[in-house]
């Protein structure tokens, strides 16, 4: 049978085999495996040409028994309902696994940002905002970058919102520049917090990071990232892409050169002296760690047994299915999953929002700490339950552990309110 890719149906199934070995309530399973609000906009917008496009937009708030939503906005030509649930559902588990005070939240908005001038993605950007203006806020539903956003986008919006409310509004949206009272540490955050627990993680599995092969899947805001703080563990990334393809060297990339490829040739694949590879292929090359830093979906029943890393460090959302994460831990191959590794990005827009409210600033170093704190001790909760687990005689992946964790702390927030 062939394997469901629908990342929204995904979701349910993780959510799934976690309920049945916490044995969770079958009312508070029935509540989490549905959104509880999601809103489907179109957003008229005056092209630089003259005329008018319409864009399909989405926001979803999954649950919010222990806080207002929080999550990305995405700009994707292939976005769609059933993606932004997912995301929504593990931005829910992501925030509790963290035990920040959030719910899970997600938007996105159908649109190809590489054919649009700036100035018609920020009208874009500002009618998203006008057409989901109650359905959001800085107690309600709190919004960040993704794929296709940045800053600059999250200012417009922040913006925007303020205008609409008539008096600045700063914690609308996290991620904005520092101009307008974004955080420290914020824009390094999710590759920040994936190299924290990269750290941890190497201890558990005794891998030695200094001359470990890295390959990482994605040259976005998350991948950049994370190889120029990988290198400075002493690790060698032997091995990266971008949705054109990837390039491969034993003895390791430059980073400045993979950048002034990608900006003569539109791709890292225009990188001097280094073989061509495709995005399917690289996930199989032989490494220490595999960091999947792209969409989800890339791991799935079909590859998982050819995966040849000694762990899988996931940095993007959803990019290993449930089949797969099924033929790794088979395999002994250690996949320590997206809600756990790239939460460093939710940790530290809290510390933005928190700071938002206060109008208190932190340093960069006292960011760091925090976020450090924090996923380190989610890390080792995980490995925790993992073992607890195992000491009954019950082999549970690190999703499943993670997932046991943040999904009980939900439902305990759902039972304390009255929920059911």
């Known amino acids: 049978m062939q394997e469901e890719l629908n990342p929204f149906k995904i979701s349910q199934q993780q959510l799934d085999i976690a309920a049945d070995l916490m044995k969770l309530d079958k009312t508070a399973h029935a509540i989490l495996r549905e959104p509880m609000h999601a809103v ?29 939503a929080k999550g990305g906005v995405r700009y994707h030509p292939k976005e769609n309902l059933d993606t932004v ?13 963290a035990n920040i005070p959030f719910g899970g939240g997600k938007g996105g908005i159908i649109c190809d940002t590489k054919s649009m001038s700036e100035s018609e993605i920020e009208r874009m950007s500002r009618g998203y905002i006008r057409a989901m203006q109650s359905a959001i806020g800085p107690e309600i539903d ?18 925007e919102y303020s205008a609409l409310k008539g008096h600045d509004v700063f914690g609308i949206a996290t991620g904005k520049p520092l101009e307008v009272w974004g955080s420290e540490g914020r824009f390094d955050s999710t590759a920040m917090g994936g190299m924290y627990v990269l750290r941890e993680a190497a201890k558990k599995f005794k891998i030695n990071l200094k001359g470990a092969k890295i390959v990482i899947q994605g040259f976005g805001n998350a991948g950049k990232f994370a190889f120029e703080l990988a290198q400075g563990t002493g690790a060698k990334v032997i091995a990266i892409s971008d949705s054109k ?44 760690v595999l960091i999947p830093a792209a969409l989800e979906n890339q791991i799935t029943g079909s590859n998982a ?57 932190w340093e960069l170093e006292e960011v760091y700490s925090r976020l450090d704190k924090i996923i380190t001790k989610s890390f080792s909760e995980v490995m925790k339950v993992q073992s607890e687990y195992r000491a009954k005689g019950k082999k549970i992946t690190p999703r499943d552990a993670a997932y046991i964790i943040a999904v009980g702390r939900v439902a305990a927030s759902m039972k304390a309110r009255g929920w059911y």
Do not use: H
Not at 253 to 268: H, M, Q, R, T
Not at 314 to 331: M, Q, S
């Open 305 to 361: 047994d050819k995966i040849n890393a000694k762990l899988v460090l996931e940095l993007a959302n959803g990019p290993v299915t449930p089949e797969a994460d099924k033929i790794l831990f088979e395999r002994g191959i250690p996949d320590l999953p997206d809600f756990l590794v790239n939460s460093g990005g939710v940790i530290v827009s809290y510390f933005e929002w928190a700071q938002n409210i206060q109008q208190y600033y």
């Open 85 to 97: 649930k997912a995301l929504s559902a593990w931005m829910t588990w992501k925030c509790s696994l």
């Open 245 to 288: 393809g990837g390039v491969y060297s034993e003895k390791g990339l430059d980073l400045a050169k993979l950048d002034a490829a990608k900006e003569k040739s539109g791709s890292v694949q225009g990188y001097p002296g280094a073989d061509k590879v495709s995005n399917e292929k690289l996930l199989e090359l032989k490494a220490d």
């Open 142 to 159: 709190i919004l960040a970058p993704d794929v296709y956003t940045n800053p600059q986008i999250m200012a417009w919006m922040m913006d």
């Open 40 to 68: 489907s906009v179109n957003i008229p917008v005056r092209m630089d040409d003259g005329s008018v496009d319409v864009f399909n937009g989405f926001r979803v708030r999954y649950n919010t028994a222990r806080g207002p």
